[in-house]
Each structure stands twice: as C-alpha cells, then as structure tokens.
C-alpha cells in the first residue's frame, strides 16, 4: 500500500508565502514524476507544476516565476514553494506521482487527499 501525504496548506495574505510538501510513504521501489495539482471551486482540477526524477520542472503559466518545485528523490518527498501569492491561487492543492512498487512491476499513478490554500486579506 502506497500514501502520498500532503502538509503545508494555510490562510495566508496576498503577498505571502507557503510551503507545501508531500511525502510518499509505503511499498516503493522507485518514484517517477511527481506533480502539483490544485482545483479551485466551480473549476476543473489543473496541473501547477511538475519534476522528473532527474530534476526537470515544467510550470502552469499563472505561476510561473512565483512557485518552485523541488523534490528530494531521498526521503520520496516533494514540495512546493508558492511566494507571491494572490487570492486567485485559493484552491485545494493536490500531490501525484507515479511510482513503481517492484524492480519489473507497472508504474501506478497516487493521488494525495489535498490540501487547501487560502489566500485572503
């Protein structure tokens, strides 16, 4: 069994910074991609931002230069930090991965169970 868990989530002010970090804990042999998602109310769920293994990153175009994902291949853990932020980034925000759980076995896709970002003066 596999559990991505998620931290970090808060109210914050315009202007203001979060961390968020997600830790992938259970049977693993090796972590792919890993990814943030958020969905905001009345609005479909959209990629943020994602990492490969090797560290190559890719950014939803409303975030970029503002957040910076990273990951730490070590601990299966990866984070976000989100400075700048802006009441249009109030969302609940979503952790996946895909990950292997033996040398020759499928790469399964995780979900986090989310955590949600306010941002609000």
């Known amino acids: 069994q596999v559990q991505l868990v998620e931290s970090g989530g808060g109210l914050v002010q315009p202007g203001g910074s979060l961390r968020l970090s997600c830790a992938a804990a259970?049977?693993?042999?090796?972590?792919?991609?890993m990814h943030w998602y958020r969905q905001a109310p009345g609005n479909q769920r959209e990629l943020v931002a994602g990492i490969t293994t090797s560290g190559s990153t890719n950014y939803a175009d409303s975030v970029k230069g503002r957040f910076t994902i990273s990951r730490d291949n070590a601990k299966n853990t990866v984070y976000l930090q989100m400075n700048s932020l802006e009441p249009e980034d109030t969302a609940v925000y979503y952790c996946?991965?895909?990950?292997?759980?033996?040398?020759?076995?499928?790469?399964?896709?995780?979900w986090g169970q989310g955590t949600q970002v306010t941002v609000s003066s």
């Open positions: 259970g049977s693993i042999f090796r972590m792919y991609g």
């Open positions: 996946h991965a895909d990950l292997s759980r033996t040398l020759s076995g499928p790469i399964y896709s995780y």
